[in-house]
């Protein structure tokens, strides 16, 4: 909870009380069941509630406050921040060759998880034999057809000719 959150909070808190209601049986005569019930009104100066009406009246201080709260939020995040970048640190310190493995194992599961790209089988893709299969020769053909549809474009666009 922020400071600045703080007066909308203690508003509901600050109403009056609700009516404390007492039934007591008062006899002034030796048997009587006869029920009365009194209202008694006592007036008490809340000191308390007048400081903090004044207090959150003055918003002046409270645009103070609530400027000051928000630079404490930034500075406790840059306070994580720095943290974590100490921890990665100190983590490479201790030992730099495992810390980069791990590190670019991170990196490579994340980029699949972002490209949605399923990884292939990259012993079979290091060897001549997986890029002599029926689909390469489809592949390039539309590789360079991509390429050269997309020259083309260019082209006929700095020509000025739209011939779509």
């Known amino acids: 909870m922020r400071f600045a959150e703080i007066p909308s909070r203690l508003v509901p808190l600050q109403q009056p009380a609700d009516p404390i209601v007492i039934n007591h049986i008062i006899s002034v005569e030796g048997e009587s069941?006869?029920?009365?019930?009194?209202d008694i009104d006592v007036e008490v100066e809340d000191v308390y509630k007048t400081m903090a009406h004044n207090y959150l009246s003055n918003t002046h201080s409270s645009q103070e406050l609530?400027?000051?709260?928000?630079?404490?939020?930034?500075?406790?995040e840059q306070i994580n921040q720095m943290k974590v970048h100490r921890e990665f640190y100190l983590e490479?310190?201790?030992?730099?060759q495992a810390f980069i493995s791990r590190w670019l194992a991170s990196q490579k599961r994340d980029y699949w998880v972002m490209t949605d790209a399923t990884p292939g089988h990259p012993e079979e893709e290091r060897r001549a034999a997986f890029y002599h299969a029926p689909w390469t020769q489809e592949a390039v053909m539309r590789y360079f057809y991509d390429r050269i549809?997309?020259?083309?474009?260019?082209?006929e666009h700095a020509l000025g000719l739209n011939n779509n």
């Open 92 to 96: 490479f310190s201790r030992d730099p």
């Open 33 to 38: 069941s006869k029920t009365a019930c009194y």
């Open 149 to 155: 549809s997309q020259r083309r474009q260019d082209l």
């Open 66 to 76: 609530a400027a000051i709260d928000s630079k404490i939020h930034e500075l406790v």
